[in-house]
């Protein structure tokens, strides 16, 4: 037992690609993912800070690090599967937690435990910084699915996953920085200047107005 197993298996998380049997031209691991939530979240909460809402930042940063390390014993499983019906959105959160569970039992020192179930366990909650995680998350897999688009990727999936997470991202549009996402950041998007664009210009565009 010791924080040697933990330390080790980061490492691991390199090797967990994103998305599993599809064609990309871009191949994304679990821990790179981690690294740009993370950097997301901290833009995201640097604007909710800025429009008045109070920020704890240790939390932002513990949830965006940490919200995919169950995934080192589950691997990547693809959003419209693991979404596809809220029951199985359960089952499979129920596994990670005990597998999760399992593994700090058994490898982390006792005065460390209960720390880390916290910081391992469902991190997108109702708290400001739990709504920052989800926003964050589906930002960065509407970039990755945008890269594959613009690559001319004709695997139909990277559209329906750009389209999800536009969705989702759109449920919070009652917050600061989303609102800065769709006038800023989503306006540079559908404004790129690349042929391959039109798909994504499109859904953009259809997404926008069925969310209003």
Same mark, same amino acid.
């Given at each position: ?100 569970? #399992? ?13 880390? =179930? ?6 997108? #909650? ?13 930002? #960065? ?22 389209? =999800? ?8 549009? !009652? ?7 769709? #006038? ?6 559908? !404004? =790129? ?20």
């Amino acid at each position: 037992m010791g924080i040697h197993i933990y330390f080790k298996s980061l490492s691991n998380l390199e090797g967990i690609i994103r998305c599993p049997g599809k064609f990309k031209y871009q191949e994304h691991s679990v821990a790179s993912h981690s690294f740009k939530v993370t950097k997301i979240a901290q833009f995201l909460a640097t604007v909710e800070e800025m429009h008045g809402t109070p920020i704890n930042w240790k939390l932002v940063y513990e949830k965006a690090i940490n919200h995919d390390y169950s995934e080192l014993f589950t691997g990547d499983i693809m959003t419209p599967v693991k979404y596809a019906l809220p029951k199985l959105k359960e089952l499979f959160t129920q596994v990670e937690e005990s597998m999760i569970r #399992d593994f700090i039992g058994r490898e982390f020192p006792e005065e460390f435990q209960k720390i880390y =179930e916290e910081r391992f366990c469902e991190g997108k #909650d109702d708290s400001i910084e739990g709504r920052i995680l989800a926003i964050a998350d589906k930002i #960065d897999l509407l970039y990755e699915s945008f890269g594959e688009i613009i690559k001319g990727n004709p695997e139909p999936l990277f559209i329906q996953i750009y389209q =999800e997470a536009l969705e989702t991202i759109l449920q919070y549009k !009652d917050m600061s920085c989303v609102q800065y996402f769709i #006038d800023n950041i989503l306006q540079e998007i559908i !404004d =790129e200047e690349t042929a391959l664009c039109s798909t994504v210009q499109k859904v953009t565009k259809e997404t926008l107005q069925n969310a209003t």
